[in-house]
């Protein structure tokens, strides 16, 4: 095992470790542009030189990132021989660079403007003309690409090829007329396309989504989990006037490393939308009339309580955090007495990769928590064994089986965010909220416990599903705690799979806890 | 594919690209020696062709696109049956490269790096990097015959030579 010092620290290192990673150990942040712990090495933007302490050389710098540590080394990652080198090569990288910051999306959080700014000179000493490339080019539907501003790292080549498999980007040309190219001008079309936005170190590939909507100094990012499978990979969410604005995978080593899908990434504007649901309504003479929230949770709670429990059943859904579903089972189970819970499945398609095919992102937190998938409903309905429903968080507007069996039923209770033709349906409705507007822990395929963190608050008068919940079991006489943490400390109690996980870990860390309970579970 | 019968590779070349690879111990190597031939039998290369050769040497398209998009010898773009290459790199350009090319340009009527043949689909013209002949600047590379030490004189001679 190879013992260097980097700045003047001593490290010992497994063999094959380079320098940037051994200096990343200790904290020392290399600069980089075409190196990323996830990709293959490439080195060839040459951004990170060092120094290499040695009175022989005569050229003392060389790349970090494919440099592997050697015992004895001596390395300077910031000496002024190495912040000369830098300088250079950002000298070089910026020879046709168009220097346009002031109208591209990278700007912010562009590397090429931190280092410039770092080491580079503020002045161009380049009178020629600059070459120019493609510019606006269309990779896919969401990924837009400026070939002036690409520094040709090719991350975003090596990401398609090595981490996807699927190699439909490559360098084209040659000199200074390379640019990145789709292979043979099909699209980017792998699932994964949009993490090679979040690679690229430059604005040469932006998000049609995402871009000019915002600059993103003015974003608050919340740390956060994708909610769209049982994947649960983590994220930031960025926000600007109560809206979601983005969503950017974070790494995570256990979920998602650094990446995300498309699909996750895209499905926030939901939280944005105009059918969110800002009020309570009840139904009166075939109208939805809006009341007030602690109203119509006193309506709800009444109208189960009137109905012989034999009758009554309860979905959950598995979109719901671990602390929700909690509650809703304790509620139906032990309040309302419920002759039967259960989750609405959602099985799409999945890869192996990240995307699972159980698109509910906690099917595994509701098993672990005792509600399975809902079996025969719409013929219970219709056979009258069931008359009453509440639903907790779920909708299945296009379910034409369960939308149909619902006049069938004595009453419906619907706790959801938004006004869906489910919902319509029912006779008394709790506006609650998404996975952006509220705290709770969710279960993933795997059995790794993420924190979600509200960016929002609720819209209008809508209240958490906890508050909701936590009303429901308050009218019953039942007092439980009022936050997340709280009510995941009771569950943790109950449910022996969640006993040993520290809530305050994955809370205070937002990483993800495997816990033997939680593996050992099934 | 290349005359748009969809198999690669046709049916005419198959034996000779078969025999290419057999050369060498690994596929890929056969990629730039069967693009020149491709090149010179139907002066482009189709993408069509790319993702042909492709599947046949078990690489990907985005390789050889790479690689065609990379050598100046290959086009994507159809070239005349005639294709001439004038160097325009220093000791050609000192030289007096740019009037050649303009002589070059005005009697075959095409404009260099236009990608379109003349008219007649006979003649194209591109310019590019050293031929390394500078000691006999200018020269040009006449379909693939280097001739050095033009003069506006010769222009006429070796377009009335290709023309027969
Ligand atoms: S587009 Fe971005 S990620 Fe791709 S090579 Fe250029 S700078 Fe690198
Ligand atoms: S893989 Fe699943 S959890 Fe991850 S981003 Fe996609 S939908 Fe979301
Ligand atoms: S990060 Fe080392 S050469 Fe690019």
Sequence with gaps: ?522 | MAEGNGVFPPDNLKAEFDGIVARYPKKTAALIPILMRLQEEFQHITTEDMDGLAAYLDTTPAHVLGVVTFYTMFSQKKRGKHHIYLCKTLSCHIRGAEELLSLFEEKLGVKAHSGDASGDGEFSIDTGECLGLCEQAPCVLVDDQAIGNITPEMVDQIIEELRG
């Design chain 1, 1 to 522: 095992m190879p013992t260097l010092t980097i700045d003047g620290r001593e490290i010992t290192v497994d063999p094959g470790t380079t320098v940037i990673q051994a200096a990343e150990e200790l904290g020392i942040y290399i600069p980089r542009y075409c190196w990323h712990p996830g990709l293959k090495i490439a080195g060839n933007c040459r951004i990170c030189q060092v120094e290499v302490v040695n009175p022989k050389l005569k050229f003392p710098c060389t790349i970090a990132c494919n440099l592997m540590c050697g015992d004895g080394m001596v390395i300077e990652t910031d000496s002024d021989e190495a912040k000369k080198a830098r300088a250079d090569v950002m000298e070089f990288l910026l020879i046709n660079h168009p220097l346009d910051c002031p109208i591209c999306d990278q700007a912010g959080e562009c590397t090429l403007q931190e280092f410039s700014y770092e080491y580079g000179h503020d002045k161009s000493r380049f009178t020629e003309e600059k070459v120019h490339k493609s510019k606006r080019v269309q990779f896919s539907d969401q990924v837009s690409f400026d070939g002036e501003r690409c520094i040709l790292c090719t991350r975003c080549v090596r990401f398609c090829r090595d981490v996807v498999g699927n190699e439909e980007l490559c360098l084209v040309e040659r000199g200074d007329h390379e640019e990145i190219a789709v292979a043979n001008g099909g699209g980017l079309t792998n699932p994964y396309s949009m993490n090679v936005i979040d690679l690229c170190p430059v604005g040469a590939l932006t998000s049609s989504d995402f871009r000019f909507k915002s600059r993103v100094w003015f974003l608050e990012e919340t740390p956060s989990a994708c909610t769209s499978c049982a994947r649960n990979c983590a994220v930031d969410i960025g926000t600007r006037w109560d809206k979601v604005m983005r969503l950017k995978p974070r790494e995570n080593e256990h979920v998602n490393k650094w990446w995300m899908c498309d699909e996750g990434r895209l499905n926030y504007h939901y939280v944005n939308a105009a059918d969110r649901l800002g009020y309570a309504y009840v139904q009166q003479g075939g109208k939805l009339v809006r009341t007030s929230v602690d109203d119509a949770v006193a309506m709800a709670h009444e109208l189960i309580g009137k109905l012989p429990a034999e009758k009554l059943y309860g979905l959950i859904s598995a979109r719901l955090t671990n602390e929700e579903i909690f509650l809703a089972k304790r509620y139906l189970d032990q309040v309302a007495g419920a002759a039967g819970v259960g989750f609405l499945p959602r099985i799409g398609e999945g890869d192996d990769f990240l995307i699972s095919a159980d698109r509910n992102p906690n099917a595994r937190g509701a098993g672990l928590i005792g509600v399975s998938a809902a079996k025969g409903l719409a013929a219970d309905i219709k056979a009258g064994k069931v008359k009453g429903l509440v639903i907790f968080g779920d909708s299945f507007d296009h379910d034409e089986e369960l939308m149909g069996a619902l006049a069938d039923l004595d009453f419906l209770v619907v706790m959801d965010y938004r006004l869906s033709e489910t919902a319509k349906q029912a006779d008394v409705i709790l506006p609650g909220v998404t996975f952006a507007e509220k705290e709770g822990s969710i279960t993933n395929i795997d059995g790794w416990v993420s924190k979600l963190n509200p960016a929002l608050p609720p819209p209008a008068e809508a209240r958490r599903n906890l508050d909701l919940l936590a009303g429901l079991l308050g009218r019953a006489g039942q007092d439980v705690p009022d936050t997340a943490e709280g009510v995941f400390r009771l569950l943790a109690e109950t449910v022996s799979a969640f006993t040993d996980i520290s809530y305050g870990e994955i809370f205070a860390a937002s990483r993800q806890v495997a816990t033997d309970a939680v593996v050992k579970a099934d």
